[in-house]
């Protein structure tokens, strides 16, 4: 589906243009119509799907065509880190380039100028807040947040938020908004407890369900069964191999990440590290100049595993495999984003087998087993607890390629942008 087939206001029809943007993903076809319409919506889909955009375009659609006080707060969109907000506020900034809609991001992490910026914004009015709850709640605690106007509240990545511990905080933010409001949830799964807030904070809501915890099919997932002092040498290996290619290598502590960077470095390695120790302005420069591919590697803990919105990632490596299934999911969806295919490794060291075991179970399949170079040594065999050894497989990669949206012959629309080649998808 094209993006003109929505009905946007032309300004904002400009941006998304502007942004190279012309088909929906099927999460976007599914969504922006119940948006549209005013319902409250419980959306769960998988990263990489275009969730951003989907609520994005919507709200700034009804922001353009609708009634709304400018010296009020009108849309509040609540994320569980400030990485995810900051990614969703340059989304915003590019898609609304032509349009007089006033947002601003609120996080923690930055300096006193920032937090008079902020309190500015959300004393004198913004059509679109993006903050992280507890900085939220402290401008809250000084009473000048105006909220009286709120019409539209969106939660994203709500499971995260409520693995955080921020489930009070977000209660308590939503005590001060208003009842008469569109209230969207966006979640890649669906607990109890999910189901439980969101039965307190919905009315009526339309559900929209696309792949739940399930990596898409693209992306090719492989694993090494290698003995802990292997994992580097094999790092290495492979980075060699690909050294044009943007990599992302997780591991689950903060330590191995600072190591491993340092082992890379040293091996001539265009890399870099994420972790929450590093200040947020090296956080940011080390995302951008990956983005721009001035940096070919970066060594991540899962802070950078939801919500970091990056395009064309060739492969994602796990250094640690995952604590469960859900980690893995999102870790592996930095790669094969909306259009693009991918590689994911994972390295499972013999104390990580059963734990490893458990993630194929809930992927329905056994992950392919890869040769390991000969000369790393003898390697273990795949033997988890309470089953036999799986097998092996060559060390092949994914290939690559794009798939196009469909083409939609309706007519009546206000202009046609589309490009021939039909190969552009919002992926935010």
Do not use: W
Request: proline content about 4%.
């Amino acid at each position: 589906m094209y993006f003109d087939e929505f009905d946007f206001d032309d300004d904002l029809l400009d941006g998304i243009e502007a942004m190279g943007y012309t088909t929906a993903t099927p999460v976007q076809e599914q969504v922006i119509p119940i948006i549209l319409s005013g319902k409250d919506l419980i959306a769960s889909a998988q990263t990489g799907t275009g969730k951003t955009a989907a609520f994005l375009l919507p709200t700034m659609q009804n922001l353009l065509t609708h009634t709304h006080d400018a010296h009020q707060i009108n849309s509040m969109i609540i994320v569980p880190t400030r990485e995810l907000a900051v990614q969703i506020a340059q989304s915003l900034e590019g898609m609304s380039y032509f349009t007089n809609i006033s947002s601003i991001a609120v996080y923690g992490g930055g300096d006193g100028a920032s937090f008079a910026a902020e309190k500015k914004a959300l004393s004198s009015g913004a059509d679109i807040v993006i903050c992280t709850p507890g900085r939220m709640i402290a401008h809250l605690n000084m009473g000048y947040v105006k909220l009286q106007g709120l019409k539209y509240l969106i939660l994203d990545e709500a499971d995260r938020m409520l693995d955080m511990g921020f489930h009070d905080d977000i209660e308590k933010i939503i005590s001060y908004l208003p009842k008469d409001r569109q209230t969207l949830l966006f979640s890649a799964t669906m607990p109890d407890k999910m189901r439980k807030l969101a039965l307190k904070i919905l009315k009526d809501p339309e559900q929209v369900n696309i792949a739940i915890s399930k990596p898409p099919e693209k992306i090719k997932q492989e694993a090494f069964v290698v003995h802990e002092e292997q994992k580097v040498p094999l790092v290495k290996h492979i980075l060699s191999s690909r050294k044009k290619e943007s990599v992302i290598v997780f591991c689950s502590r903060k330590q191995s990440v600072k190591q491993l960077t340092h082992v890379l470095k040293r091996a001539k390695f265009s890399v870099e590290e994420i972790h929450s120790d590093l200040e947020q302005d090296k956080r940011e420069q080390a995302l951008l100049d990956f983005r721009n591919h001035k940096l070919n590697v970066l060594v991540a803990t899962d802070i950078l595993s939801r919500g970091i919105d990056i395009e064309d990632i060739d492969l994602v490596i796990n250094f640690d495999v995952p604590n469960d299934g859900e980690d893995y999911v999102h870790r592996i969806g930095r790669t094969a984003r909306a259009t693009s295919d991918g590689t994911a490794y994972t390295f499972i060291s013999p104390r990580e087998q059963q734990r490893f075991a458990r993630i194929e179970q809930l992927l329905g399949h056994e992950v392919t087993k890869a040769s390991v170079p000969q000369e790393l040594g003898p390697v273990p065999e795949y033997q988890p607890k309470g089953r036999k050894g799986g097998g092996g497989g060559g060390h092949h990669r994914g290939g690559g390629g794009n798939s196009g949206g469909k083409r939609h012959n309706g007519g009546g629309k206000r202009r046609n942008y589309r490009p021939a080649n039909n190969k552009g998808a919002a992926k935010k």
